[in-house]
């Protein structure tokens, strides 16, 4: 069974910066894109940031472009997600997902994977 797992989250205070890791096995990460996705208390989940499988094509909401930055390690089989500038609108679970496909989608159902995801709290 595929697996994907989320680590790098925690408590930060606003304007500090985390680095999420989502590690792949029993896949290789380079065949396929990778979304980032978060969910608040209370909020529905969205797709927060996406990196295509054949050209590396990046993509992010327009609340965190600027501040996130996905990348690829295909010899680690992992995709990060470096956050930085945080602030409390950025607290959330956060979630990696493989897509069904190479290319990156605002559809969750063209995932078909996804990790148990990580905490990140920004807060004074």
């Known amino acids: 069974q595929l697996h994907l797992v989320e680590s790098g989250g925690g408590l930060v205070q606003p304007g500090g910066s985390l680095r999420l890791s989502c590690a792949a096995s029993r896949f290789n990460l380079d065949h396929y894109a990778i979304g980032w996705f978060r969910q608040a208390p209370g909020k529905e989940r969205e797709g927060v940031s996406c990196?295509?499988?054949?050209?590396?094509?990046?993509y992010y909401i327009d609340s965190v472009k600027g501040r996130f930055t996905i990348s690829r390690d295909n010899v680690k089989n992992t995709v990060y997600l470096q956050m930085n500038s945080l602030n409390p609108e950025d607290t959330a679970v956060y979630y990696c997902?493989?897509?069904?496909?190479?290319?990156?989608?605002?559809?969750?159902?063209?995932?078909?994977?996804w990790g148990q995801g990580t905490q990140v709290t920004v807060s004074s």
């Open positions: 997902a493989k897509a069904r496909y190479y290319y990156c989608s605002g559809s969750d159902a063209e995932y078909n994977y």
């Open positions: 990196i295509s499988s054949r050209y590396g094509s990046t």
